[in-house]
């Protein structure tokens, strides 16, 4: 009709084109929304307070203080646990 020596190739090219980009553009959303998940959850405390006794379970967890220092420290800072 329009006397274009591709034939029906081009059309079928176009839309695996475009089907390409749309799919890359969705990834690229999705990971950039996971990444900012990420950063966020583990570099914030939980409403914005920092609690001493949820640092000594953490230095306790990475082994940087032992069983009688976590208890001594423990009690030191009064002994409350969250719920």
Not at 39 to 50: A, M
Request: charged share 30%; glycine share 16%.
């Amino acid at each position: 009709m329009w006397n274009w020596h591709g034939g029906s190739w081009g059309w079928i090219w176009m839309a695996v084109a475009m089907a390409g980009f749309w799919a890359a553009v969705g990834f690229g959303i999705v990971a950039l929304s996971r990444g900012s998940r990420r950063g966020g959850r583990q570099s914030q405390p939980r409403e914005g307070k920092v609690i001493p006794e949820d640092v000594l379970a953490e230095r306790f967890a990475r082994g940087e203080i032992d069983v009688d220092e976590y208890e001594r420290r423990f009690k030191v800072l009064g002994g409350r646990r969250r719920p």
